[in-house]
């Protein structure tokens, strides 16, 4: 298999291996089901370090393009259906440009996320077959290596990809596709909220742990908890950023004005 044709322009290493390896998915016409060199033979072809070349996997299974296997096969995935690829242009893309701008955004896509969320955590408990949730323990897995290494934008991926399992899981196609498209989105307001919620002593222990309440209960089979359990941990998120912003402003506006002590000197 040769490499893909054509210039790229990403703005990282990780993001232009992302790139090549779309290229050769759309060059060599390769279909669900379809294996992917292996990640030496990858490397070599795209003159990537592992290390980029593994981002760049995590990058694109957490957008479904490719499926990590045990033992290292790599499966192409089928492009984004129009209705997700409809969703991504319409909804997602104009959003992610500003959601950093404005914290207000991010309160509202905490909203959206908290009824989204929800019914996928309930759907995955009582549809996930031995596949999903072998999936589902690995993002969890890989999150815990990422949180609290002080690297909020590869939190966030880690943390959206485990989201997306979960959201795989429900075999909601509407669900499923909704989501996936909004993964950009999702980690946009991740990485904002996490930038945040890091200034709390002790928040990355508390996520980790709620975010294992939700995996046990959808490896449980229990719909009602893991329901609850996403509903709580996105209730946290909201509360304590909300509290943070309350407090940051509450401080700018005490900054603006000007001491009395300073005025009668």
């Known amino acids: 298999m040769q490499p893909p044709s054509g210039p790229t322009s990403p703005t990282s290493v990780a993001e232009r291996v992302e790139s090549a390896i779309e290229a050769l998915i759309r060059e060599h016409g390769l279909s669900p089901g379809d294996r992917l060199p292996t990640e030496r033979d990858l490397a070599a ?14 990058r694109l299974a957490a957008r479904e ?21 409809w969703t991504q242009a319409t909804i997602a893309a104009p959003l992610a440009s500003i959601i950093g701008a404005d914290s207000g955004f991010g309160h509202d896509v905490l909203e959206v996320r908290d009824g989204l969320e929800g019914q996928a955590a309930y759907y995955a408990a009582l549809r996930a077959g031995p596949d999903d949730l072998a999936t589902i323990r690995a993002r969890f897995d890989a999150m815990a290596a990422c949180h609290g290494q002080g690297d909020a934008a590869a939190d966030a ?3 959206a990809a485990f989201h997306l399992a979960i959201a795989e899981a429900s075999h909601n196609a509407v669900l499923r596709s909704v989501m996936a498209s909004m993964f950009d989105l999702l980690q946009a307001s991740i990485s ?8 709390v ?4 222990e508390r ?16 719909a009602d908890a893991a329901r609850r359990a996403s509903d709580d941990h996105l209730a946290f998120v909201a509360r304590t950023v909300r509290a943070i912003d309350d407090d940051a402003a509450r401080r700018g506006r005490a900054a603006a004005i000007p001491s009395p002590l300073t005025v009668h000197r």
């Not at 072809?45 to 995590?58: C, F, I």
């Not at 393009?65 to 690829?85: C, E, F, Y």
């Not at 742990?209 to 959808?218: E, K, N, T, V």
């Open 201 to 204: 002593p002790h928040t990355a």
């Open 45 to 58: 072809m795209l003159g990537a370090s592992r290390n980029s070349l593994r981002e760049a996997l995590t």
């Open 157 to 159: 991926r880690c943390d």
């Open 192 to 199: 904002q909220s996490l930038a945040r919620l890091y200034t």
């Open 65 to 85: 393009r490719i499926t990590l296997r045990k033992g290292g096969n790599l499966v192409a995935n089928p492009p984004a259906s129009p209705a997700q690829a």
């Open 207 to 222: 996520l980790l742990d709620q975010h294992a309440r939700l995996r046990d209960a959808i490896v449980a089979g229990d």
